[in-house]
């Protein structure tokens, strides 16, 4: 079991940041490859960045590299996204979530996950 809590979204104006930040509890969590997705009204959720177990490998979508960092702390069980230099279209709302399930390949698609947060709204105005 796996129970996520997300907080950090907020409203900013283009070229901001903020810092997502998800607290996880629950036996698994060291154990699972996390990720942030997004979605969009009338859109589907798409991938942003997933972290293996140990943080030492990540992969990011081509919409935000270079601008946002994914990254865990075990100790404190949690996963945080750092978004910097935000634009109009990454308004969304955010999803954190963890995958159970193995594979060398790092998960790009929301079937992938079995645990979710509730989710939180990012809004950044132009």
């Known amino acids: 079991q796996v129970q996520l809590v997300e907080s950090g979204g907020g409203l900013v104006q283009a070229g901001g940041s903020l810092r997502l930040s998800c607290a996880a509890s629950?036996?698994?969590?060291?154990?699972?490859?996390m990720g942030w997705l997004r979605q969009a009204p009338g859109k589907g959720r798409d991938f942003v960045a997933a972290i293996n177990w140990s943080g030492s490998r990540t992969f990011y979508a081509d919409s935000v590299k270079g601008r946002f960092t994914i990254s865990r702390d075990n100790a404190k069980n949690t996963v945080y996204l750092q978004m910097n230099s935000l634009k109009p279209e990454d308004t969304a709302v955010y999803y954190c979530?963890?995958?159970?399930?193995?594979?060398?390949?790092?998960?790009?698609?929301?079937?992938?996950?079995?645990?979710w947060g509730q989710g939180t709204q990012v809004t950044v105005s132009s």
């Open positions: 629950g036996r698994s969590f060291s154990n699972n490859r």
């Open positions: 979530a963890a995958s159970t399930q193995t594979s060398d390949s790092p998960p790009l698609l929301a079937i992938a996950y079995d645990y």
